[in-house]
Each structure stands twice: as C-alpha cells, then as structure tokens.
C-alpha cells in the first residue's frame, strides 16, 4: 500500500486596515485611476451586457477592454431560484499572458 503525500501549504495571511494602509501608495493609486480614466473610450471597449435566461436560471456577462490596450476581462454571473449567486471573473493583461488575476467565487 503507498502512502499518500499532503501538499504542504501556507496559512492564510490576514491583513489589518493598518496593514494594508502601510502598504498603499495613495498618489500612485490615484494617479493610475486619472491616467485610466482621462483616456477615451469607445463603445466598443465596453460592449453591452448580455443574458442568458433559463427557467428558473440566468447567466450574465460583462466583458472590456482597458482604454490602454494593457487588460482586457470578463465577468459570468449565474444565477438560480434554488442554488443562490455565483460569479467567476478573468482578468488577462493578454491574451496570451495567461491572466493577472483570476477570481473564482463558485
């Protein structure tokens, strides 16, 4: 009979609001946020949602492109009567950069 190996794993680190503010470069948040938004947008960066609809059932998506070029990202939203609200979300810098994040809440 073998024995099965238990991957090793970190604890979960918690941050405290102090933390997180000792942490934060405000004027470069900022700064990112107005170079962000100062630049023009069009409506196909930022197309409409759309949904999917089912008895009982729904499926949304949002998808956009930076203004930049840079990120790009997708968002599913499903729904049901009887199993609650899930979301997974996917936000590449590229395509073929295999994404910047990856938020799953399944």
Known sequence: MSEQSTPSTSPTLFLSDAD????????????????AYSRPMSEAMVP?????RGDGVWLRSLTAVSPS?????CKLIAASLRGGL?????????????????ADRW
Request: hydrophobic content about 40%; charged content about 15%.
């Open 20 to 35: 997180v503010a000792s942490l934060a470069d405000w004027p470069s948040v900022v700064g990112a946020l107005a170079a």
């Open 48 to 52: 409409p949602r759309s949904m999917a």
């Open 86 to 102: 899930c979301q997974l979300s996917d936000l590449p810098v590229r395509p073929t950069d295999g994404g910047v994040e990856r």
């Open 69 to 73: 070029g840079g990120h790009l990202g």
